[in-house]
């Protein structure tokens, strides 16, 4: 049995599989609406994260499939003590897959030892998100037509993100990629991630503004800066304009790049720019659906 | 040197760095079995200066050494039998260890599931880096349990 805990548990192959399937339920919808009929999956949300419950609640229900879970620890057995082994345990009697999010790094593994059903992570603290890397994967696949040989730039809090950490680790895996990181001096992404650049000799630069790298770019990956990750108030208010993407430094861009946000926007992107054919945040989420439903039907052996 | 009489079978597990030995004694479980163990401390060595030496009587296949590697790797492990060393062990880095060092990261499962076992993963054999297999951190000397 197959679980999902980390973006690189599927190899290159598997995952050019599973986003030809996404794209494929893409096309035909239909074809698709009825194959999980029967089914049930179960997301267990030990926190609230509503936009990633609804994702996979809405790939379940468009495969045919039901759902049932809770959404926070407060309305679930978790409250009066109970672990998170046992939980799978009955969760596996109830269930045919789960998808389960903890604040605690780690639980979902935990889970799938003791799970006699699939089990996806479905975010596990700063941990891993791994159905967010492999719905940025596919929208940049679908939009692109592949993943290799593109400069990518990432702007923001790359030294919190555990996106950014994902998406950096799964797209080094493809051929003639560039990082370009785009942050302020505190929010520069870790040691351990450009050692690990440097070994594998994947080319990577670290500026401080963003207007000065945008014509280079095939994508931008916006992430947003929060204000308490910052020392004092003045670095706040000098910087926080220089990680604001608008319609002005849109301009100095490539006409086919492509802006992409994992989700919720707070005010990184001005809402200018939502009209401009190259952002592609709500496209994003889209593609996290098709993801998601490829995925279940993967984990549960209906994929051929 | 202070001469504790000979082994029939068992260990005599020398090069230990002087003052691990107990710490050794424990997480080989030798405090539960019920056989002869001599701990010889600050023992004079030409290699280290000091050294400690545990001499352990007991079958050989009882003990489980793969801990031992963790801890240090040079200790040298002479397998006694009748009387005499027959195999001198080259100890390897074990995949994985459960329940010897514990995992301090608060955000780890491990924190609050009840009765995990805490399990490090061997991460890197050249940079001798073990990871919490379930939350990935890595492991830091004084962590022991
Ligand atoms: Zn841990």
Known sequence: MRHLMNPLDFSVEELDRLFDLANEIEKNPAKYAHVCDGKILATCFYE????????????????????????????????????????????????????????????????????????????????????????????????????????????GDLKFGRTVHSLINALVRYPGTRFIFISPEELKVPDYITEMLREKNVPYEEVIRLENVMPQLDMLYMTRVQKERFFNEEDYVRLKDFYVLDTAKMELAREDMLVLHPLPRVNEISVEVDDDPRAAYFRQAQYGVYVRMALIMTLLGLAS | MLNVG???????????????????????????????????????????????????????????????????????????????????????LPQQIKNVIKCHNPRCITSIEQELPHIFVLADSAKEVYRCKYCEEKYRENAIF
């Open chain 1, 48 to 155: 609230p994260s509503t936009r990633t419950r609804l994702s996979f609640e809405s790939a379940m229900t468009r495969l045919g499939g039901r759902v049932i879970g809770f959404a926070d620890a407060n309305s679930s057995s978790a409250a009066k003590g109970e672990s998170v082994s046992d939980t799978i345990r009955v969760i596996s009697c109830y269930a045919d897959i789960c998808a389960m999010r903890h604040p605690k790094e780690g639980a979902p593994m935990v889970a799938s030892e003791k799970s006699r059903i699939p089990v996806i992570n479905a975010g596990d603290g700063g941990h891993y998100h791994p159905t967010q890397t492999l719905t940025d994967l596919l929208t940049i696949r679908s939009l692109k037509g592949h993943l290799d040989g593109f400069t990518i730039g990432l702007c």
């Open chain 2, 6 to 92: 000979k082994i029939e079978e068992g260990f005599v597990l020398d090069h230990i760095k002087a003052g691990k030995s107990l710490s050794i004694y424990e997480h080989l479980g030798l405090d539960k079995l019920d056989c002869t163990v001599a701990i010889i401390k600050n023992a004079r060595s030409e290699k280290m200066g000091k050294k400690d030496i545990l001499k352990v009587e007991c079958d050989i296949n009882t003990l489980d050494l793969d801990v031992l590697a963790f801890i240090d790797h040079n200790i040298t492990v002479n397998v006694i039998k009748a009387g005499e060393i027959v195999q001198k062990k080259e100890l390897v």
